[in-house]
């Protein structure tokens, strides 16, 4: 049982390209979430979805295009890449049940040339 | 953007002693304050999470004390060891709208 995985884990790619990251979850939460991270910032928000279909802006959504058709998928395009965007990114999953816990995947280093 | 601030920014404890790192928040209508434990290459995990309802929650050698009055709230790492050498970062949860993060708080722990 994976749980919650993303690929690819490391991509190296131009200014101006178009990057997708995915993430698939095996459990079926609710929410789904990214996130990028830098030193000195932590987790910053990107986009986030309660269900299929239903998606919303977090702190840092410009520049990235999310998408989820089915529950279980929510990956995430950089539709032209640049040097800010260099990161790491999570995606996460929550229940929504009295727990409020997030679950992360292990994360995609993404290198913007 | 509702702001979860945290302290310090990095903390290095020799085994066996005490790693304390604070957050301070601003949003009243947190909920849920959680910590998480992050090591290199991996993603965040739940470390230990507490509610505004309770000023302090023990597990282990892991304590979270809250001081509702000054939006405030620590982690406490009795006990540390080098296993304990992460990143920490503490949040805050509006009712599960989303959570926002403080900077996060790389500890080391000296063999």
């Known amino acids: 049982d994976a749980g919650i995985t993303q690929s690819p884990r490391y991509k190296i790619t131009e200014t101006g390209r178009q990057v997708t990251l995915m993430c698939h979850q095996t459990?079926?939460?609710?929410?789904m979430f990214w996130y990028r991270q830098d030193l000195g910032h932590g987790l910053r928000l990107i986009y986030y979805?309660?269900?299929?279909?239903?998606?919303d802006k977090g702190e840092v959504p410009d520049g990235y295009v999310v998408s989820r058709s089915k529950t279980e998928n929510f990956p995430l395009t950089l539709e032209s890449a640049t040097r800010s965007q260099t990161s790491v990114y999570f995606c996460?999953?929550?229940?929504?049940?009295?727990?409020?816990?997030?679950?992360f995947g292990p994360g995609t280093r993404l290198t913007v040339l | 953007q509702q702001q979860v601030k945290q302290s310090p920014q990095s903390l290095i404890v020799q085994k066996g002693g005490i790693s304390i790192i604070n957050c301070a928040y601003e949003n009243t209508a947190f909920d849920y304050f959680p910590w998480y434990q992050q090591f290199p290459g991996k993603g965040p995990a739940l470390l230990i999470a507490i509610r505004p309802d309770v000023s302090e929650k023990k597990e282990g050698r892991f304590t979270i004390s809250f001081n509702k009055s000054a939006k405030q709230f620590s982690l406490h790492i009795m006990d540390s060891q080098p296993g304990d050498s992460a990143t920490y970062f503490c949040?805050?949860?509006?009712?599960?709208?989303?959570?926002?993060f403080g900077p996060g708080t790389r500890l080391s722990v000296l063999p």
């Open positions: 949040a805050g949860d509006n009712y599960g709208q989303n959570f926002v």
């Open positions: 979805s309660a269900a299929a279909d239903i998606t």
């Open positions: 996460a999953t929550q229940t929504r049940d009295f727990y409020n816990e997030q679950f």
């Open positions: 459990w079926s939460h609710s929410y």
